[in-house]
């Protein structure tokens, strides 16, 4: 029989070199990667990144967002519910705070992206919509109806897996005058842009939700898509409380069309993919400098179960 010893020093001795070999691959894999995403967005003949002064495109001059911290909701402004009926955007007030989501629900990109991460982010909290909060989505379209409505409702209630809570999503559809109220007092600016048809018929915005308080002012903002399921939840209970918020890295996510017709995106899209890159390699840079000066403080173990630093390694029988 093999003795522990034997076999242990066989497992040092050859430990190392795998262990080093998969820090090379994962480097190099993560090189592939990210010289990948560069080609995509920046390789003369395929997707231009557009003007080289890093400036956002023109039509996004009107898109951002402003952090109207406790500022008060129009709370008499009249909309339709997903269900067809007149409601007044007060009735969802009162008694909870509410999460409140600005988007178009025929949106092909980040109107999407933004729901999914809001109810991911839910789905890990341990409080209820309808019960301790209300999620009130908006669209900016004037041309949407309930139905569109309806289907986006039913959609998110299934995903977040609780159709109990169904009576604290509501999904609202508007006219122009009632949609401009609210997204002025909000601070969330858009514009209308010409979709693959050349029709004016998507808009041009930035991604962000408001936690609003029980009386109906904006307690906090979070830009983006993905939500802290422990920030979420601190700022639902500091709303609810009718404490406000401070002002968050305005670091924006915009939705913007591609342009089939000069095969450009827009350079903001271009810049994040780039710099995604950028920091994958630094980061698996930084990794295999870890490991390597890790195996050089490391003695070798010959098969003999001697290190070359002169040691003994104690024998064991087995």
């Known amino acids: 029989m093999k003795s522990w010893k034997t076999i242990r020093a066989r497992e040092l001795g050859t430990m190392r070199r795998p262990r080093l070999l998969r820090g090379v691959a994962f480097l190099c894999a993560g090189l592939v990667s990210a010289c990948g995403l560069v080609a995509q967005v920046s390789q003369p003949g395929d997707k231009q990144v557009g003007p080289e002064n890093d400036r956002p495109p023109s039509i996004l001059d009107k898109v951002g967002i402003s952090q109207n911290l406790n500022a008060q909701l129009p709370l008499g402004l009249n909309f339709v519910d997903d269900a067809g009926k007149q409601v007044e955007l007060g009735s969802y007030f009162g008694k909870h705070p509410a999460i409140l989501a600005l988007v178009y629900y025929q949106c092909p990109m980040l109107c999407s992206e933004e729901l999914n991460g809001l109810t991911s982010a839910l789905r890990m ?53 009632e949609i401009d109220a609210l997204t002025k007092t909000v601070g969330f600016g858009y514009t209308k842009i010409p979709g693959p048809d050349g029709k004016l018929n998507q808009f041009a915005h930035a991604s962000s939700i408001q936690i609003v308080t029980p009386q109906g002012k904006l307690a906090q903002y979070y830009m983006g898509v993905e939500y802290s399921p422990k920030d ?87």
């Not at 989505?137 to 159709?163: H, N, W």
């Not at 979420?232 to 009718?242: D, I, T």
């Open 125 to 177: 909290v341990d409080v209820k919509p309808g019960k301790d909060f209300d999620v009130i989505v908006v669209s900016i379209d004037p041309t949407e109806g309930p139905d569109l409505a309806a289907a986006k409702k039913q959609g998110y209630v299934k995903r977040y897996g609780q159709p109990e809570t169904a009576y604290g999503w509501h999904f609202l559809t508007g006219k122009q005058a």
């Open 232 to 318: 979420l939840r601190l700022g639902l209970v500091e709303a609810s409380s009718n404490k406000i918020g401070t002002p968050v890295d305005n670091i924006l996510t915009y939705c913007y069309h591609y342009d089939p017709a000069t095969n450009t995106h827009s350079l903001v899209v271009a810049r994040v993919m780039q710099l995604g890159g950028l920091v994958m390699v630094l980061g698996l840079g930084g990794f295999m400098l870890v490991m390597f000066r890790k195996d050089a403080r490391q003695p070798a173990i010959h098969a003999n179960g001697t290190p070359n630093n002169g040691a003994t390694v104690k024998k064991v029988n087995g």
